[in-house]
Protein backbone atom coordinates (compact mmCIF):
# COMPACT_ATOMS: atom_id res chain seq x y z
CA UNK A 1 0.00 0.00 0.00
CA UNK A 2 2.83 2.24 1.00
CA UNK A 3 4.30 1.94 -2.74
CA UNK A 4 1.30 2.25 -4.39
CA UNK A 5 1.30 6.00 -2.11
CA UNK A 6 4.60 6.89 -2.96
CA UNK A 7 4.13 6.00 -6.71
CA UNK A 8 1.31 8.08 -6.90
CA UNK A 9 2.90 10.96 -5.23
CA UNK A 10 5.90 10.89 -6.99
CA UNK A 11 3.85 10.94 -10.41
CA UNK A 12 2.60 14.39 -9.03
CA UNK A 13 5.81 16.07 -7.26
CA UNK A 14 5.26 18.99 -10.54
CA UNK A 15 1.87 20.01 -7.80
CA UNK A 16 3.69 18.96 -4.87
CA UNK A 17 6.33 19.39 -2.19
CA UNK A 18 8.56 16.40 -0.78
CA UNK A 19 9.59 17.87 2.55
CA UNK A 20 12.82 16.73 4.25
CA UNK A 21 10.64 15.10 6.69
CA UNK A 22 9.85 12.57 3.68
CA UNK A 23 5.98 14.03 4.00
CA UNK A 24 4.03 14.97 1.11
CA UNK A 25 2.79 19.22 1.71
CA UNK A 26 -0.54 19.43 0.18
CA UNK A 27 -2.33 22.71 -0.63
CA UNK A 28 -5.55 22.29 -1.04
CA UNK A 29 -5.39 22.87 -5.04
CA UNK A 30 -2.90 20.07 -5.11
CA UNK A 31 -6.03 18.12 -3.17
CA UNK A 32 -8.44 19.37 -5.76
CA UNK A 33 -6.20 18.34 -8.97
CA UNK A 34 -5.08 14.97 -7.44
CA UNK A 35 -9.00 14.25 -7.17
CA UNK A 36 -10.03 15.50 -10.67
CA UNK A 37 -7.40 12.98 -12.15
CA UNK A 38 -7.70 9.95 -9.39
CA UNK A 39 -11.13 9.96 -8.36
CA UNK A 40 -13.19 7.10 -10.00
CA UNK A 41 -16.43 9.19 -10.08
CA UNK A 42 -15.07 11.38 -12.40
CA UNK A 43 -13.85 8.32 -14.56
CA UNK A 44 -17.32 6.61 -14.87
CA UNK A 45 -18.41 10.19 -15.51
CA UNK A 46 -16.28 10.41 -19.06
CA UNK A 47 -16.69 6.94 -19.89
CA UNK A 48 -20.57 8.14 -20.22
CA UNK A 49 -19.68 10.90 -22.43
CA UNK A 50 -18.03 8.22 -24.55
CA UNK A 51 -20.78 6.29 -24.64
CA UNK A 52 -22.90 9.03 -25.89
CA UNK A 53 -20.46 10.54 -28.14
CA UNK A 54 -20.50 6.81 -29.34
CA UNK A 55 -23.93 6.97 -29.65
CA UNK A 56 -23.66 10.21 -31.99
CA UNK A 57 -21.95 8.41 -34.77
CA UNK A 58 -24.46 5.74 -34.57
CA UNK A 59 -27.24 8.41 -35.15
CA UNK A 60 -25.31 9.71 -37.67
CA UNK A 61 -24.39 6.57 -39.50
CA UNK A 62 -28.39 6.60 -40.76
CA UNK A 63 -27.68 9.13 -43.03
CA UNK A 64 -25.35 7.05 -45.40
CA UNK A 65 -26.41 3.97 -47.47
CA UNK A 66 -26.04 0.34 -46.57
CA UNK A 67 -24.32 -2.15 -48.35
CA UNK A 68 -24.45 -6.05 -48.20
CA UNK A 69 -22.33 -8.57 -49.63
CA UNK A 70 -24.81 -11.98 -49.96
CA UNK A 71 -23.69 -15.32 -50.91
CA UNK A 72 -26.21 -19.08 -50.41
CA UNK A 73 -26.44 -21.72 -51.19
CA UNK A 74 -30.07 -23.86 -51.31
CA UNK A 75 -31.38 -26.84 -51.36
CA UNK A 76 -35.28 -27.28 -52.96
CA UNK A 77 -37.24 -30.53 -52.64
CA UNK A 78 -40.75 -29.17 -54.14
CA UNK A 79 -43.49 -31.99 -53.08
CA UNK A 80 -46.45 -30.13 -54.31
CA UNK A 81 -44.90 -30.45 -57.88
CA UNK A 82 -45.15 -34.12 -59.14
CA UNK A 83 -47.47 -35.39 -55.96
CA UNK A 84 -49.00 -37.53 -58.99
CA UNK A 85 -45.83 -39.24 -60.61
CA UNK A 86 -44.10 -39.02 -57.16
CA UNK A 87 -41.40 -37.06 -59.24
CA UNK A 88 -40.56 -34.66 -56.86
CA UNK A 89 -38.62 -31.50 -58.07
CA UNK A 90 -35.23 -31.17 -56.13
CA UNK A 91 -31.96 -28.76 -56.86
CA UNK A 92 -29.82 -26.76 -55.52
CA UNK A 93 -29.43 -22.96 -56.03
CA UNK A 94 -26.33 -21.07 -56.02
CA UNK A 95 -26.37 -17.34 -54.98
CA UNK A 96 -23.89 -14.42 -54.82
CA UNK A 97 -24.08 -10.80 -54.72
CA UNK A 98 -24.11 -6.77 -53.60
CA UNK A 99 -27.05 -5.10 -51.87
CA UNK A 100 -27.67 -1.69 -51.11
CA UNK A 101 -30.35 0.24 -49.58
CA UNK A 102 -30.77 4.04 -48.75
CA UNK A 103 -33.03 5.95 -46.48
CA UNK A 104 -33.91 9.00 -48.44
CA UNK A 105 -36.87 10.60 -46.38
CA UNK A 106 -38.41 9.37 -43.28
CA UNK A 107 -40.44 12.70 -42.29
CA UNK A 108 -37.16 14.00 -40.33
CA UNK A 109 -36.84 10.94 -37.88
CA UNK A 110 -33.36 10.68 -38.83
CA UNK A 111 -32.14 14.34 -38.10
CA UNK A 112 -34.01 14.54 -35.30
CA UNK A 113 -32.68 11.01 -33.84
CA UNK A 114 -28.85 12.35 -34.07
CA UNK A 115 -29.70 15.96 -32.66
CA UNK A 116 -31.13 13.76 -29.71
CA UNK A 117 -27.77 12.04 -29.89
CA UNK A 118 -26.01 15.32 -29.70
CA UNK A 119 -28.15 16.32 -26.63
CA UNK A 120 -27.23 13.81 -25.12
CA UNK A 121 -23.62 13.64 -25.43
CA UNK A 122 -23.73 17.37 -24.62
CA UNK A 123 -25.83 16.29 -21.20
CA UNK A 124 -23.06 13.88 -20.18
CA UNK A 125 -20.85 16.17 -20.54
CA UNK A 126 -22.38 18.68 -18.17
CA UNK A 127 -23.00 15.22 -16.05
CA UNK A 128 -19.20 15.06 -15.62
CA UNK A 129 -18.66 18.69 -15.12
CA UNK A 130 -21.20 18.74 -11.94
CA UNK A 131 -19.84 16.01 -10.86
CA UNK A 132 -16.28 17.60 -10.85
CA UNK A 133 -17.85 20.73 -9.29
CA UNK A 134 -19.47 18.67 -6.68
CA UNK A 135 -16.46 16.71 -5.66
CA UNK A 136 -14.02 19.69 -5.34
CA UNK A 137 -16.82 21.15 -3.20
CA UNK A 138 -16.24 17.74 -1.18
CA UNK A 139 -12.85 17.93 -1.08
CA UNK A 140 -12.48 20.95 0.20
CA UNK A 141 -14.82 20.42 2.76
CA UNK A 142 -12.17 17.04 3.66
CA UNK A 143 -8.91 19.60 3.20
CA UNK A 144 -10.94 21.69 6.27
CA UNK A 145 -12.19 19.06 8.17
CA UNK A 146 -8.82 18.24 8.57
CA UNK A 147 -7.47 21.67 9.21
CA UNK A 148 -9.67 22.08 11.88
CA UNK A 149 -8.93 18.79 13.68
CA UNK A 150 -5.10 20.08 13.44
CA UNK A 151 -6.02 23.50 15.09
CA UNK A 152 -7.89 21.62 17.98
CA UNK A 153 -4.61 19.38 18.59
CA UNK A 154 -2.67 22.69 18.56
CA UNK A 155 -5.05 24.54 20.84
CA UNK A 156 -5.12 21.56 23.25
CA UNK A 157 -1.42 20.98 23.08
CA UNK A 158 -1.08 24.68 24.21
CA UNK A 159 -3.79 24.52 27.04
CA UNK A 160 -1.85 21.27 28.34
CA UNK A 161 1.64 22.95 28.32
CA UNK A 162 0.30 25.98 30.04
CA UNK A 163 -0.85 23.86 32.44
CA UNK A 164 2.22 22.04 32.64
CA UNK A 165 4.01 24.92 33.34
CA UNK A 166 1.55 26.12 36.04
CA UNK A 167 2.08 22.28 37.93
CA UNK A 168 5.53 22.65 37.60
CA UNK A 169 5.77 26.32 38.97
CA UNK A 170 3.18 24.82 41.67
CA UNK A 171 5.73 22.23 42.80
CA UNK A 172 8.49 24.07 43.06
CA UNK A 173 6.52 26.12 45.58
CA UNK A 174 5.42 23.16 47.70
CA UNK A 175 9.13 22.28 47.76
CA UNK A 176 9.41 25.54 49.61
CA UNK A 177 6.56 25.40 51.64
CA UNK A 178 4.69 27.82 49.82
CA UNK A 179 2.46 25.92 48.54
CA UNK A 180 -0.46 22.96 48.68
CA UNK A 181 -0.34 20.00 47.28
CA UNK A 182 -4.18 20.98 46.36
CA UNK A 183 -2.33 23.00 43.86
CA UNK A 184 -0.32 21.04 42.35
CA UNK A 185 -3.07 18.45 42.13
CA UNK A 186 -5.73 20.99 40.32
CA UNK A 187 -2.49 21.98 38.04
CA UNK A 188 -2.22 18.22 37.14
CA UNK A 189 -6.12 17.53 36.63
CA UNK A 190 -6.03 20.30 34.03
CA UNK A 191 -2.94 18.65 32.04
CA UNK A 192 -4.97 15.54 31.79
CA UNK A 193 -7.55 17.08 30.89
CA UNK A 194 -6.45 18.72 28.27
CA UNK A 195 -4.17 15.70 27.20
CA UNK A 196 -7.56 13.55 27.27
CA UNK A 197 -9.21 16.05 24.73
CA UNK A 198 -5.81 16.09 22.64
CA UNK A 199 -6.45 12.68 21.90
CA UNK A 200 -10.22 13.26 20.63
CA UNK A 201 -9.06 15.97 18.19
CA UNK A 202 -6.26 13.41 17.32
CA UNK A 203 -8.86 10.73 16.51
CA UNK A 204 -11.56 13.83 14.73
CA UNK A 205 -8.18 14.77 12.84
CA UNK A 206 -6.82 10.91 11.83
CA UNK A 207 -10.48 10.25 10.48
CA UNK A 208 -10.60 13.34 8.79
CA UNK A 209 -6.98 12.60 7.12
CA UNK A 210 -8.97 9.16 6.02
CA UNK A 211 -11.82 11.11 4.81
CA UNK A 212 -10.01 13.21 2.44
CA UNK A 213 -7.54 10.33 1.14
CA UNK A 214 -10.85 8.71 0.25
CA UNK A 215 -11.91 11.68 -2.13
CA UNK A 216 -8.00 11.58 -3.35
CA UNK A 217 -8.57 7.45 -3.76
CA UNK A 218 -5.45 6.95 -1.73
CA UNK A 219 -6.04 4.12 0.31
CA UNK A 220 -3.02 4.28 2.40
CA UNK A 221 -1.91 3.38 6.28
CA UNK A 222 -1.53 5.64 8.79
CA UNK A 223 -2.00 8.59 5.84
CA UNK A 224 -2.07 10.95 8.55
CA UNK A 225 2.08 10.54 8.61
CA UNK A 226 2.43 10.84 5.41
CA UNK A 227 0.88 14.14 4.75
CA UNK A 228 1.25 17.84 5.62
CA UNK A 229 -1.27 20.05 4.96
CA UNK A 230 -0.11 23.68 3.65
CA UNK A 231 -2.57 26.03 5.74
CA UNK A 232 -4.15 28.93 3.63
CA UNK A 233 -3.62 32.59 4.75
CA UNK A 234 -5.66 34.44 7.20
CA UNK A 235 -6.23 36.62 4.63
CA UNK A 236 -8.12 33.72 2.46
CA UNK A 237 -11.22 34.46 4.72
CA UNK A 238 -11.27 37.80 4.16
CA UNK A 239 -11.68 37.92 0.15
CA UNK A 240 -14.37 39.80 -1.39
CA UNK A 241 -16.92 38.07 -2.67
CA UNK A 242 -19.68 38.95 -5.32
CA UNK A 243 -23.20 39.94 -5.15
CA UNK A 244 -26.10 37.68 -4.63
CA UNK A 245 -27.58 38.79 -8.11
CA UNK A 246 -23.59 38.74 -9.62
CA UNK A 247 -23.83 35.03 -8.37
CA UNK A 248 -26.70 34.45 -10.00
CA UNK A 249 -26.01 35.27 -12.92
CA UNK A 250 -22.71 33.22 -13.52
CA UNK A 251 -24.72 30.08 -12.52
CA UNK A 252 -27.40 30.80 -14.86
CA UNK A 253 -24.70 30.25 -17.77
CA UNK A 254 -22.16 27.93 -15.86
CA UNK A 255 -23.87 25.51 -13.31
CA UNK A 256 -23.47 22.26 -15.50
CA UNK A 257 -26.92 21.11 -13.70
CA UNK A 258 -28.45 24.15 -14.93
CA UNK A 259 -27.49 23.71 -18.49
CA UNK A 260 -28.22 19.64 -18.42
CA UNK A 261 -31.76 20.68 -17.51
CA UNK A 262 -31.81 23.08 -20.24
CA UNK A 263 -31.22 20.45 -22.83
CA UNK A 264 -33.67 17.69 -21.23
CA UNK A 265 -36.28 20.36 -22.70
CA UNK A 266 -34.58 20.08 -26.01
CA UNK A 267 -34.45 16.49 -25.73
CA UNK A 268 -38.23 16.25 -25.15
CA UNK A 269 -39.02 19.06 -27.70
CA UNK A 270 -37.17 16.70 -30.40
CA UNK A 271 -38.83 13.27 -28.64
CA UNK A 272 -42.47 15.14 -29.62
CA UNK A 273 -41.32 15.73 -33.21
CA UNK A 274 -40.00 12.36 -33.64
CA UNK A 275 -43.18 11.01 -32.26
CA UNK A 276 -44.82 13.13 -34.87
CA UNK A 277 -42.53 11.97 -37.64
CA UNK A 278 -44.16 8.32 -37.63
CA UNK A 279 -47.06 10.46 -39.72
CA UNK A 280 -45.13 11.05 -42.61
CA UNK A 281 -44.13 8.61 -45.46
CA UNK A 282 -41.33 6.69 -45.93
CA UNK A 283 -39.20 6.65 -49.31
CA UNK A 284 -36.33 3.63 -49.56
CA UNK A 285 -33.77 3.55 -52.73
CA UNK A 286 -32.14 0.18 -53.61
CA UNK A 287 -30.32 -1.65 -55.97
CA UNK A 288 -29.18 -5.35 -56.34
CA UNK A 289 -26.15 -6.73 -58.58
CA UNK A 290 -25.97 -10.49 -58.02
CA UNK A 291 -25.59 -13.98 -59.48
CA UNK A 292 -27.74 -16.59 -59.01
CA UNK A 293 -27.90 -20.43 -60.60
CA UNK A 294 -28.86 -23.99 -60.40
CA UNK A 295 -26.98 -27.28 -60.06
CA UNK A 296 -23.42 -25.01 -60.20
CA UNK A 297 -21.43 -22.54 -58.68
CA UNK A 298 -20.11 -21.54 -61.73
CA UNK A 299 -22.06 -18.11 -62.58
CA UNK A 300 -22.28 -17.01 -66.54
CA UNK A 301 -21.33 -13.64 -66.97
CA UNK A 302 -24.15 -12.77 -68.72
CA UNK A 303 -26.79 -15.77 -68.18
CA UNK A 304 -27.12 -15.43 -64.76
CA UNK A 305 -26.68 -12.25 -63.40
CA UNK A 306 -29.94 -10.54 -62.02
CA UNK A 307 -30.06 -7.16 -61.71
CA UNK A 308 -32.62 -4.38 -60.05
CA UNK A 309 -32.94 -1.59 -58.53
CA UNK A 310 -35.81 1.61 -57.35
CA UNK A 311 -37.35 3.22 -55.11
CA UNK A 312 -40.46 2.31 -52.65
CA UNK A 313 -42.55 4.05 -50.17
CA UNK A 314 -44.27 3.58 -47.60
CA UNK A 315 -47.19 5.26 -45.17
CA UNK A 316 -48.52 3.85 -42.42
CA UNK A 317 -52.17 4.68 -42.66
CA UNK A 318 -53.65 3.02 -39.11
CA UNK A 319 -51.42 1.56 -36.28
CA UNK A 320 -54.22 1.29 -33.33
CA UNK A 321 -53.73 4.77 -32.78
CA UNK A 322 -50.08 3.73 -31.62
CA UNK A 323 -48.10 7.05 -33.12
CA UNK A 324 -51.40 9.57 -31.19
CA UNK A 325 -49.95 7.74 -27.90
CA UNK A 326 -46.66 7.98 -28.65
CA UNK A 327 -46.93 12.15 -29.08
CA UNK A 328 -48.86 12.15 -25.89
CA UNK A 329 -46.40 10.31 -24.02
CA UNK A 330 -43.78 12.53 -25.63
CA UNK A 331 -45.56 15.76 -24.54
CA UNK A 332 -46.05 15.07 -20.59
CA UNK A 333 -42.16 13.88 -20.97
CA UNK A 334 -41.78 18.05 -22.02
CA UNK A 335 -43.42 19.32 -19.03
CA UNK A 336 -41.95 16.53 -16.52
CA UNK A 337 -38.30 18.09 -18.29
CA UNK A 338 -39.58 21.91 -18.09
CA UNK A 339 -41.18 21.82 -14.70
CA UNK A 340 -37.58 19.80 -13.62
CA UNK A 341 -35.71 22.79 -15.29
CA UNK A 342 -38.57 25.39 -13.39
CA UNK A 343 -37.37 23.22 -10.09
CA UNK A 344 -33.14 23.71 -10.31
CA UNK A 345 -34.00 27.06 -11.40
CA UNK A 346 -35.86 27.92 -8.12
CA UNK A 347 -33.69 25.55 -6.57
CA UNK A 348 -30.44 26.95 -7.85
CA UNK A 349 -31.55 30.56 -6.82
CA UNK A 350 -32.62 29.62 -2.76
CA UNK A 351 -29.16 28.28 -2.40
CA UNK A 352 -27.26 30.84 -3.94
CA UNK A 353 -29.44 33.26 -1.68
CA UNK A 354 -28.95 31.15 1.57
CA UNK A 355 -25.18 30.46 1.09
CA UNK A 356 -24.65 33.95 0.73
CA UNK A 357 -26.57 34.88 4.26
CA UNK A 358 -24.40 31.93 5.81
CA UNK A 359 -21.18 33.62 4.42
CA UNK A 360 -22.18 37.00 5.84
CA UNK A 361 -23.27 35.86 8.81
CA UNK A 362 -19.54 33.72 9.41
CA UNK A 363 -17.68 36.59 8.56
CA UNK A 364 -19.42 38.27 11.06
CA UNK A 365 -19.40 35.93 13.82
CA UNK A 366 -14.94 35.66 12.97
CA UNK A 367 -14.95 38.94 13.37
CA UNK A 368 -15.91 39.43 16.50
CA UNK A 369 -14.31 36.12 17.94
CA UNK A 370 -11.15 37.25 16.74
CA UNK A 371 -11.44 40.36 18.94
CA UNK A 372 -12.89 37.65 21.45
CA UNK A 373 -9.69 35.76 21.64
CA UNK A 374 -7.72 39.16 21.88
CA UNK A 375 -9.58 39.72 24.91
CA UNK A 376 -9.30 36.31 25.92
CA UNK A 377 -5.70 36.33 25.34
CA UNK A 378 -5.37 39.88 27.32
CA UNK A 379 -7.12 38.91 30.19
CA UNK A 380 -4.92 35.52 30.64
CA UNK A 381 -2.07 37.22 30.92
CA UNK A 382 -3.18 39.45 33.06
CA UNK A 383 -4.55 36.93 35.42
CA UNK A 384 -1.62 35.04 35.26
CA UNK A 385 0.69 37.56 36.70
CA UNK A 386 -1.78 38.29 39.38
CA UNK A 387 -1.39 34.53 40.16
CA UNK A 388 2.32 34.84 40.34
CA UNK A 389 2.31 37.98 42.37
CA UNK A 390 -0.57 36.05 44.48
CA UNK A 391 -3.25 38.28 44.40
CA UNK A 392 -5.05 35.88 41.85
CA UNK A 393 -7.21 32.26 42.72
CA UNK A 394 -6.37 29.08 41.34
CA UNK A 395 -9.76 28.84 40.39
CA UNK A 396 -9.77 32.47 38.26
CA UNK A 397 -6.48 30.62 36.43
CA UNK A 398 -8.56 27.75 35.64
CA UNK A 399 -11.38 30.23 34.52
CA UNK A 400 -9.79 32.23 32.53
CA UNK A 401 -7.54 29.45 30.98
CA UNK A 402 -11.05 27.53 29.78
CA UNK A 403 -12.28 30.37 28.87
CA UNK A 404 -8.80 31.18 26.18
CA UNK A 405 -9.00 27.38 25.27
CA UNK A 406 -12.87 27.82 24.40
CA UNK A 407 -12.33 30.98 22.94
CA UNK A 408 -9.34 29.55 20.46
CA UNK A 409 -11.86 26.82 19.66
CA UNK A 410 -14.77 29.04 19.07
CA UNK A 411 -12.58 31.01 16.50
CA UNK A 412 -10.72 28.37 14.88
CA UNK A 413 -14.46 26.92 14.17
CA UNK A 414 -15.19 30.34 12.73
CA UNK A 415 -12.87 31.03 10.80
CA UNK A 416 -13.01 26.83 8.99
CA UNK A 417 -16.86 27.86 8.79
CA UNK A 418 -15.89 31.08 6.61
CA UNK A 419 -13.87 29.13 4.39
CA UNK A 420 -16.32 26.45 4.09
CA UNK A 421 -19.02 29.16 3.40
CA UNK A 422 -17.00 30.74 0.66
CA UNK A 423 -16.15 26.79 -1.07
CA UNK A 424 -19.80 26.64 -1.44
CA UNK A 425 -20.71 29.72 -2.71
CA UNK A 426 -17.64 28.91 -5.33
CA UNK A 427 -19.48 25.72 -5.96
CA UNK A 428 -23.21 26.95 -6.38
CA UNK A 429 -22.31 29.70 -8.22
CA UNK A 430 -20.02 27.35 -10.55
CA UNK A 431 -17.06 29.39 -9.93
CA UNK A 432 -14.79 26.48 -8.78
CA UNK A 433 -15.19 24.33 -12.21
CA UNK A 434 -12.40 26.99 -13.37
Known sequence: MKTKFFLLFFS??????????GKIKLSLDDAKRIALEQNP?????????????????VARSAYFPTLDLEAGIKRNRDYAVGRETRDYEQNTRYNAGLSASWL????????????AAQLNGDIAIQDCDDAR????????????????AQNSMNICQQDAEFNRQLKDDAQKKKDYGTAKLSEVLNFEFQVQTAEAN?????????AACVSLGELLSIQQDDIWDCLELVKPAEETAQRAYPTVSEIIEHAWACRPDLIAARENVEMAELSVKLAKSD?????????????ERTHSAHFNKHGDRNVNFGVTASWNLFNGMATKAAIDSAKANLV??????????????????????????????LEKENSLLQIAQQIRDLVYEEYLGGTATITRVNEVQTDLTNTSLDRSTAWIAVLKAME???????????
Not at 104 to 115: E, H, I, K, S
Open 336 to 365: VAQKALTAVEDRLEAEIRADRVTLESASEI
Open 104 to 115: VFDGFARRFRYL
Open 12 to 21: LLAAVTLMAD
Open 198 to 206: YIAAKRAWR
Open 279 to 291: WSPKFYAFGNYGY
Open 424 to 434: TLDSVGGYNLK
Open 133 to 148: RLLLEEVAYAYYNVLQ
Open 41 to 57: TLAQAQARIDAALASVD
